[in-house]
């Protein structure tokens, strides 16, 4: 109760000091975070997190296919196996792929 609590009042508090900055200092705070988004090092480091995370997301897919294979539907077990092999083919997935990773 005390987290929604607090949600609510910062929630408030948000909206008086939005409504009285008013539209002009919205669309200033709005092209500030435009151009930080578009920041070759801040699109890189995203890419990066991104990158390290779909690598990640493939290392526990393996794993728990290791260890929990045989008690999975096999639906679950053809699809591991399928994206282990193309990841052994020529060490990347394609964008095509079942899991909805990207090459980005």
Known sequence: MRYKLTFV???AVGYV???RAG????EQMKKSVKDFAQNPAVR??????????RQAAGKAA???????GDRLPSSVTDRVHALRER?????????????????T
């Open 87 to 103: 990841q052994r083919g020529n060490g990347k997935v394609y964008e095509d792929d079942d899991w909805g990773t990207s090459n």
């Open 9 to 11: 009042v910062g929630l």
């Open 23 to 26: 539209r002009e200092r919205y």
């Open 62 to 68: 393996h794993l728990v296919g290791d260890k929990v």
């Open 44 to 53: 890189n480091a995203a890419e990066s997190a991104a990158q390290t995370g």
């Open 17 to 19: 000091v939005g409504t």
